[in-house]
């Protein structure tokens, strides 16, 4: 892997960008698959009998394939979507025609450091099917509280828990695997669904080793991929009984007057012309990763990690949220300095060529009710960052506090 | 112009007309979602003109900056040249160039000025 390798680092030499949790840079391998689909491959998939119809189908599905592999799915589990945010929303969908007639309230639990994406469509769902909402709480670490999960799934009929793999502020890794097998010890019925979409570019993940998960979402822009392309996967037993929550082309057998049969997975859940050339891009990705020295990207990313920790902790007046353990965290990194607002922060930073995030990262809950500040500044890192970025960012940090010293 | 010369940051830290009028006509909050940014505009008014302005609220060193300025500037004025006002006035009050993600920060204070006043003016036809 070399800085090169991207081409908006060959058009920007100088910039340091440390906003990766938002969205990462792309590789030219990944532009070049896009284009190629376009120049090309260019047709609508499935049933085109015509050659570059049959060319466009192959690549999509040996995209789905490539993917499937990637996570240890069947590509049949694996549905292509816009994102980790629709990903979620469908799987709301269809879990409510799944329960719209049983009368019993029950609970779906969240935790208190989930994104907005990962809040907003199990709030739609509680009020459309009248259940409870819950929220595990964090401990002073920073880290998913275990004793009240277990204590909220023993006490209530939770029948959804949604949690994130990794928190987009606070950089927590939850074990979700772990964590799911304890709740299905005691509520073997839950569904339990885990949202990567910040795990997923920095570790690999292989789903045949966690086989308490039921559904797992996240998204290609955060990988190295195009927008507008992300991944559903559903353990296929799930996915054959569900019935889709979004129809139209593509997803049938037989349409008569006033009814329709749907088609075989995973047809059966994308109706609609697909991203395809999202998806060969999300494909080029993980051709991209093959490429690389997978001990000299773990090594590097856990050096930087441990740097930009130390160099952020050594600053006196910054207040860091987010584990001190480097196993429970990955590399995101938020924080606020006393007297200077996060916007400022970003701003005086961007005049340095260091584009970090400011906000509430779709976090307004554990923003305001956990960390009880109204926004953040968030360094987020990718494999494509080095120490000496670190370094700038560190010394343009303490600039800014001397030039807002009183 | 650096948008951080020690002039924004002194109001900033140290912000003009920051408090509460006990005897105001009107008080009004808004917020800027995106950022959690709050202002509260105390406004009295007398013969069409502002008699006086003040602010309380959190925010970033534009939104502060900004709400300093603008009340320093709004004292005395009439009330129909401040609803006159747009945001490149503004930026010519505070005499900073900002760029598009920034100037709702600025503008904050302008919003809650102009809505404070628009809604004295309604009642006081009524």
């Given at each position: ?28 391998a ?42 240890g799915?069947?590509?049949?589990e ?38 907005h ?21 964090l ?16 006490k ?29 010890n ?106 690389l ?11 930087l ?10 600053i ?91 | ?30 917020d ?64 900073v ?20 006043i ?9």
């Open positions: 892997m070399q800085k090169t390798d991207f081409p908006i680092f060959r058009n920007y030499p100088e910039l340091v960008y440390l906003d990766n949790a938002a969205t990462s840079q792309k590789p030219q990944v532009i070049d698959a896009v284009k190629d689909f376009y120049e090309n491959k260019n047709s609508n998939v499935h049933r085109g009998i015509h050659s570059l119809a049959e060319r466009a189908t192959l690549e999509f599905e040996n995209a789905r394939n490539n993917i499937a592999q990637f996570i799915a069947d590509p049949i694996v549905i292509f979507t816009s994102g980790t945010t629709e990903s979620i929303n469908l799987i709301a969908q269809m879990l409510f025609e799944h329960y719209e007639n049983t009368n019993e309230k029950k609970t779906i639990l969240l935790s208190e450091m989930e994104h994406s990962n809040i907003l469509p199990w709030q739609l769902l509680a009020g459309r099917l009248g259940w409870e909402l819950e929220y595990v709480r401990t002073s670490e920073y880290e998913l509280d275990l004793e009240d999960l277990i204590d909220k799934i023993k209530r009929d939770v029948s959804i828990l949604s949690l994130t793999h990794m928190s987009n502020v606070l950089g927590t890794i939850n074990n979700l695997d772990e964590i799911f097998s304890k709740v299905k005691i509520s073997p019925r839950t569904f339990c669904i885990g949202d990567g979409a910040q795990y997923i570019p920095h570790h690999k993940f292989d789903l045949t080793k966690n086989n308490n998960i039921d559904f797992y979402v996240f998204s290609g822009h955060k990988i190295m991929g195009p927008t507008g392309i992300g991944i559903l996967y559903g353990k296929k037993k799930l996915l054959e009984t569900l019935n889709p929550s979004k129809v139209g082309g593509g997803m049938i057998s037989k349409v008569e007057r006033n009814s329709f049969s749907t088609s075989e997975l995973p047809e059966k859940f994308e109706a609609g012309t697909p991203n395809i050339a999202g998806a060969i891009g999300l494909s080029a990705v993980i051709n991209y990763f093959s490429e020295n997978e001990s000299k990207v773990e090594n590097h990313m856990s050096e990690t441990n740097f930009t920790l130390n160099e952020l902790n050594n006196d007046e910054l207040t860091l949220y987010g584990p001190q353990n480097l196993i429970k965290r990955g590399p995101v990194f938020s924080f606020s300095i006393d007297g200077i607002h996060p916007h400022d922060i970003s701003q005086i930073l961007d005049q340095d060529g260091i584009a970090i995030r400011a906000g509430h990262h779709c976090c307004q809950i554990l923003h305001r009710e956990i960390l009880k500040i109204p926004a953040s500044a968030r360094v987020s890192l990718y494999l494509y960052n080095d120490i000496e970025e670190i370094k700038k960012l560190s010394i343009s940090i303490k600039k800014l506090i001397t030039q807002f010293k009183r | 112009m650096d948008l951080y010369r020690q002039d924004m940051i002194d109001h900033y830290q140290n912000p003009r007309n920051y408090g509460e009028i006990f005897d105001a006509d009107v008080i009004i909050e808004l800027n979602s995106s950022c959690g940014d709050k202002i509260k505009l105390f406004v009295k008014l007398k013969n069409d003109k502002i008699d006086k302005v003040s602010f309380t609220g959190e925010g970033c060193a534009v939104a502060i900056a900004s709400a300093s300025k603008l009340t320093e500037y709004a004292k005395g004025k009439d009330i129909k040249h401040i609803q006159e006002l747009t945001t490149d006035d503004l930026l010519k009050i505070i005499k160039d900002l760029t598009i993600s920034r100037i709702k920060c600025a503008n904050l204070s302008l919003e809650t000025l102009k809505k404070s628009n809604s004295v003016d309604r009642k006081q036809k009524i």
